[in-house]
């Protein structure tokens, strides 16, 4: 079976409990971790064997990376999420994906002329 090379974007409370979970995840292969605290991505990246990065639109390059977990703080989540759909990866945000209803809109926009997958972590 192949694996589904995922990423997490912000390496907070919830981001390292993502990354964790996709590195125990069957189906996953955690390739990357993200913050712009370069000495916390590289230490959670260094205990999960994934690649850190500073920045996202460098990590979003990375053809491995199909998937990202957005966990940033909420008022930079949608930009977040909109970075890596029009970068073509699937993307699962925390919530709330969106400060308003025009940025909300425009990430299912976004999704669906892709054809990617946009989901809101409950």
């Known amino acids: ?10 390496t907070g409370f919830w981001g390292k409990n993502h990354a964790r979970v996709y590195k125990e ?3 996953t292969d955690l390739v990357a971790v993200c913050d712009k605290d370069a000495e916390r991505a590289r230490k959670v990246a260094d205990q999960l ?7 996202s639109a460098r990590m979003y390059r990375d ?35 969106a400060t308003n209803t025009r940025q ?11 054809e990617l997958h946009l989901t809101v972590d409950s």
């Open 104 to 114: 909300a809109r425009r990430l299912l926009t976004t999704a669906k002329e892709k």
């Open 1 to 10: 079976m192949k694996k589904l090379g995922v990423a997490v974007v912000g």
């Open 49 to 55: 064997s994934a690649k850190a990065y500073a920045d």
């Open 63 to 97: 053809d491995k990376v199909e998937a990202v977990s957005i966990c940033t703080w909420s008022t930079s989540l949608a930009t977040e999420a909109l970075k890596a759909l029009k970068a073509g990866k699937h993307v699962l945000v925390e919530k709330p994906m």
């Open 25 to 27: 995840i069957e189906s």
